[in-house]
């Protein structure tokens, strides 16, 4: 059987997660956390790059306050432009975060830069084999392959609702693949 063209899989993975109720969201995001912390520290990560959540993505807040918790330096993602790379910026619980263009929030440019070993990153849909569909816009396939060119080997998680799985995604050269993801169930 034909797979479906990415904007498909990702409009029905998209629906299906915005159909969660706000318990399972919060049940799920306290799961994740658990499972991210326990992933953290058994790869000894030091430095740890999320995201701030939006458009009913898993919510990684309480992931991110126990990795600080745990003395894990993190970051969130800063666009520079269309085409490049993301940077990562230091940010931690509380600090202020200037809003920039479709609703996302970021640090401020004075925000030193961090280099992650460990990404955690939203999507839209992901299959067994760590294929991941995100928006749209390949900002993390780009960032991964700038930082695997530079030497860097960030551990790459998938944080979805287990209702985003899909049989197989489609895969393009450019593609990064996931080393892990994280649901509520696994």
Aim: hydrophobic share 50%.
């Amino acid at each position: 059987m034909p797979l479906l063209p990415k904007a498909d899989i990702r409009k029905a993975a998209l629906e299906r997660r915005s159909a969660q109720a706000p318990e399972m969201r919060r049940a799920a995001s306290l799961s994740v956390a658990r499972r991210g912390l326990e992933l953290a520290r058994s790869l000894g990560a030091t430095r740890a790059a999320l995201y701030m959540p939006m458009r009913g993505e898993i919510d990684c807040l309480p992931l991110l306050a126990d990795l600080r918790e745990a003395g894990v330096a993190t970051a969130l993602p800063v666009m520079v432009a269309k085409d490049a790379p993301l940077v990562f910026r230091l940010w931690r619980p509380g600090e202020a975060l200037e809003a920039v263009s479709f609703g996302v929030r970021e640090p401020a440019p004075a925000a030193p830069e961090l280099k992650p070993d460990l990404i955690f990153a939203p999507l839209a849909a992901f299959d067994r084999a760590g294929r991941r569909i995100g928006y749209g816009g390949g900002f993390y396939d780009r960032t991964l392959m700038a930082l695997r060119a530079a030497g860097a080997r960030p551990v790459y998680v998938g944080l979805a609702f287990a209702v985003q799985e899909e049989r197989e995604i489609p895969a393009e050269a450019h593609d990064a693949r996931l080393d892990f993801v994280l649901t509520e169930v696994e």
